[in-house]
Structures are given as structure tokens and as C-alpha cells.
């Protein structure tokens, strides 16, 4: 239990942290794009659809990357299947919560956003190549 309190990393130390940070650049802008293009509905609909593919990226990134060293390992590993079954429960949870809820609501700009901020962490090892090469 000790071992575990001295291998946390801070939020913002975190590998990931780069990633996280273009996936809600990037949600910000499409929605502001979708609002200026489309109107309020379409806009604040892909903002829905792009915190329902953030915020489990998140809890993920809490649950599977607070520990670090050879001595966690098991703790890392749990922590990765812990992730990985909490964002997929949270994921089908907002998207019940925006589609029972939110009325008026375009279904196409939810997917739309939703798999836009998705392929920002298919391109996350480019980001963190970058991150890696800088001094």
C-alpha cells in the first residue's frame, strides 16, 4: 500500500496529458464550428457527442496512468482493466443520458464529433512522438 502512494504522478505529468489536451482542442473548436456553421442545436449537440468520447478518455487516463515503476506493475495492470470497464459503462451512460435527455438533438453531429475526437487518440502515438523529440 505504501509503494503505491510514492509511484503517483500528477495529473499534468502524465504521458498521455498531450493527448487529452488536443482531444478537448479539438472538441472546443468542432463545436464552435458546428455552432457558427449549423446553429446552436448542431452546435451544442457535437458538444455532447465530443464529452461523451472525452470524459471516459479521462477517467481512463486517471485510472491507468497514476502509477508508474516496476514495482506497481500490478497495480498498473489493475488499473488498466479498471479503466478500460469504467470508460466503456461511462461512454454507454452519456450516450443514453444526451439522447434521453437533450431535446432538440442532431444524431449526426453527436457521431460526427464523437468519432472526430475519437481519431485524435488513434493519431495519439504521432503526438507523442512529437512530444518526445522536443528538448
Known amino acids: 500500500m505504501e509503494s503505491r502512494m510514492q509511484n503517483r504522478l500528477p495529473f499534468h505529468r502524465l504521458a498521455v496529458f498531450p493527448v487529452l489536451l ?11 464550428t458546428l455552432w ?6 448542431v452546435g451544442y449537440s457535437g458538444l455532447c457527442g465530443g464529452l461523451i468520447a472525452w470524459l471516459p478518455n479521462l477517467y481512463f487516463a486517471h485510472k491507468a496512468f497514476r ?6 506493475a500490478q497495480a498498473i495492470v489493475r488499473s488498466f482493466y479498471a479503466g478500460e470497464a ?13 439522447f434521453a435527455g437533450v431535446k432538440p438533438l442532431a444524431p449526426l453531429a453527436v457521431f460526427g464529433v464523437f468519432m472526430l475526437i ?7 502515438p504521432l503526438l507523442m512522438k512529437i512530444r518526445f523529440l522536443r528538448p
Not at 488536443?22 to 464552435?32: F, W, Y
Not at 502509477?67 to 506497481?72: K, L
Not at 469504467?86 to 443520458?97: D, E, M, P, R
Not at 475519437?118 to 495519439?124: E, I, L, T
Request: hydrophobic content about 65%.
Open 22 to 32: 488536443a482531444q478537448v482542442i479539438t472538441l472546443l473548436l468542432a463545436a464552435l
Open 36 to 41: 457558427q456553421w449549423q446553429g446552436v442545436v
Open 67 to 72: 502509477f508508474s515503476g516496476a514495482r506497481a
Open 86 to 98: 469504467g470508460k466503456l459503462i461511462l461512454t454507454a451512460v452519456l450516450f443514453a443520458l444526451t
Open 118 to 124: 475519437q481519431a485524435v487518440s488513434w493519431f495519439a
